[in-house]
Every structure is written in C-alpha cells, then in structure tokens.
C-alpha cells in the first residue's frame, strides 16, 4: 500500500488530508495529541500520512459509519465512533467494498498497488463506542456533537479555539439524506440549529476541503423549511431503488436530496373552509 495522501494545512493545527480517491479527512494537532477524523477510502496508507505530520499520540474517530469514511479504520489499532453507528460501520464497510473497488477502477484511480482479494477482504477495524463529549489535545478541544440526519448517530466535531465547525455529511454542498438509516430532514433541521447555536465562523464538511462562511449552514436551515420544501422541491428520479427522493437547491449550486417519504407532515391548512 502507497500513500498518495494530499495533506494541507487550512488553519493552525488543522490539517486536510485527501486521498487518492479525493476524500477528505481531518487531522486535528494540539500540543499534547492528535485526532484524525475518518478514515477514507482505505487505499492509501493514512496512517503514514499521519505520521509525516505528528508524532503526538493518537485517536481517531469516524463523524459516521459509512464506508467512504472508515473503509481505512483497519490501519488503526482502534477507532471510536457513536454506539449507534456501530452496527452501520460494520455493515457499510464489509458490504460496499467491492462497489468502491468498481468505482475507483472506473474513475480511472491508479489501484497498481493494490490485489483487489487484499481490499476486499479487509474488515472495518476494531471498532468502540465514544464515551467522551469532548477531547483536550493540548491548545485545542474537539466537541463532539450529536448531530443525527445523515445518519442516526452522526457527529460534528466542533474546535472552538479555531472557530470551526466539522459537519461530517450532514451539511455538504451536496447533502444526500435519503439512505435506509438517514433520518428525515426535520430532524436533520433540528441538528443544524442546534449546531448554529455554536459560536463559529467556518463550516469544514466532509466532501469538500474548503473553509466555508457560516452563514451557508444558516442559508441551509432557512431554505429547508418544510414551506421552502412544498414550494420548490422536485422529484429527483433513480437516486435509490425504491424511495421517492427529492430535490431542492438550498442556494446556486448547492443540493440537498431528500427521502419524501420521511418528510415533516405538512401542518394543516387553516385556510380552509370549516364545515358548518
Ligand atoms: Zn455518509
């Protein structure tokens, strides 16, 4: 295994690390130990990249279960995430290894490293639940926030020293919500307010390695509300087998898609005539 990580330092300690496959990951470097968050796709040797930046000591967690964050979990001695997506973890990286393997070869990532039996075989790590709400790192402290929407046990890390503000895939650009185990867009509403209760200046989401303005979390939350839903969503046809999906642009060039089927229930309409 090569490590053909890209890492990038976006704030003090705050390092972004891509991988071959163009996942993002977060190594955060205080002055008494590191955190890396996620893992990534699992073809590159991230913990060498981790290395190459920090000796400190080291804990790593997942934001979430699913596979393009913890399919590299297995090159850490441990890597803790919340209980509930314990069960997801497991699941996510033994089964969609082969589909990740598929997509990689059809991206055109160079895998010369790689025998395609040695991927796939590899489990999802040794895996524990987070017991801790925050960790000192030494000049900077990681929060770690509940967050369900995503997923039922997502979790955004948040550095106050740095005034940032981590949102896993609860906020992306473009932020899929319509998975099995995705909860329903209210409650991925009430998890972003009380994210912007936080005081922050950047939002750092999962799939994409830029420094966001807060207030594009504060333009998410106001454009999700289930009137903004009723007006300007459409049907967002072959997202996933089996579930109506919808599809709204919170602002130019930002997507949200949606279950509709695990939508708020539309308030009743007081507008209309009472029987005698
Ligand atoms: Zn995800």
């Given at each position: 295994m090569e490590c053909r990580i890209n890492a990038r330092e976006l704030a003090p300690g705050v390092f972004c690390l891509t991988d071959r496959m163009g996942m993002h990951m977060t190594l955060l470097c205080g002055a008494a130990q590191a955190l890396l968050i996620d893992t990534g796709y699992g073809f590159d040797d991230l913990n060498a990249a981790v290395r190459q930046i920090t000796s400190l000591p080291l804990r790593v967690i997942n934001t979430h279960g699913h596979h393009d964050h913890a399919c590299g979990n297995d090159l850490f001695s441990q890597v803790e995430l919340a209980a509930a997506e314990l069960?997801?973890?497991?699941?996510?990286?033994?089964?969609?290894?082969?589909?990740?393997?598929?997509?990689?070869?059809?991206?055109?990532v160079d895998l010369a490293d790689w025998h395609q039996e040695d991927y796939l075989r590899r489990g999802c790590g040794t895996l524990r639940a987070l017991t801790c709400d925050r960790m000192d790192l030494g000049g900077l402290t990681a929060h770690f926030l509940e967050s369900p929407g995503h997923t039922p046990g997502s979790l955004a890390v948040y550095v106050p020293e740095r005034r940032l503000l981590m949102t896993g895939d609860d906020w992306n650009p473009t932020t899929w919500l319509f998975f099995p185990e995705a909860e329903g867009i209210a409650c991925l509403r009430r998890s972003i307010l009380r994210l912007l209760a936080l005081d922050f200046d950047w939002v750092l989401p999962a799939h994409d390695a830029r420094l966001w303005p807060r207030h594009v979390l504060q333009t998410f939350y106001d454009a999700t509300s289930p009137e903004q839903l009723r007006a300007h969503a459409v049907p967002a046809s072959g997202m996933y087998p089996g579930k109506r999906v919808m599809l709204i642009h919170p602002q130019p060039g930002h997507s949200l898609y949606y279950d509709a089927d695990k939508a708020e229930p539309e308030p009743p309409d007081m507008s209309a005539p009472k029987a005698p």
């Amino acid at each position: 295994m090569e490590c053909r990580i890209n890492a990038r330092e976006l704030a003090p300690g705050v390092f972004c690390l891509t991988d071959r496959m163009g996942m993002h990951m977060t190594l955060l470097c205080g002055a008494a130990q590191a955190l890396l968050i996620d893992t990534g796709y699992g073809f590159d040797d991230l913990n060498a990249a981790v290395r190459q930046i920090t000796s400190l000591p080291l804990r790593v967690i997942n934001t979430h279960g699913h596979h393009d964050h913890a399919c590299g979990n297995d090159l850490f001695s441990q890597v803790e995430l919340a209980a509930a997506e314990l069960p997801i973890c497991a699941d996510y990286v033994v089964s969609q290894r082969e589909r990740v393997w598929r997509q990689a070869r059809e991206r055109g990532v160079d895998l010369a490293d790689w025998h395609q039996e040695d991927y796939l075989r590899r489990g999802c790590g040794t895996l524990r639940a987070l017991t801790c709400d925050r960790m000192d790192l030494g000049g900077l402290t990681a929060h770690f926030l509940e967050s369900p929407g995503h997923t039922p046990g997502s979790l955004a890390v948040y550095v106050p020293e740095r005034r940032l503000l981590m949102t896993g895939d609860d906020w992306n650009p473009t932020t899929w919500l319509f998975f099995p185990e995705a909860e329903g867009i209210a409650c991925l509403r009430r998890s972003i307010l009380r994210l912007l209760a936080l005081d922050f200046d950047w939002v750092l989401p999962a799939h994409d390695a830029r420094l966001w303005p807060r207030h594009v979390l504060q333009t998410f939350y106001d454009a999700t509300s289930p009137e903004q839903l009723r007006a300007h969503a459409v049907p967002a046809s072959g997202m996933y087998p089996g579930k109506r999906v919808m599809l709204i642009h919170p602002q130019p060039g930002h997507s949200l898609y949606y279950d509709a089927d695990k939508a708020e229930p539309e308030p009743p309409d007081m507008s209309a005539p009472k029987a005698p």
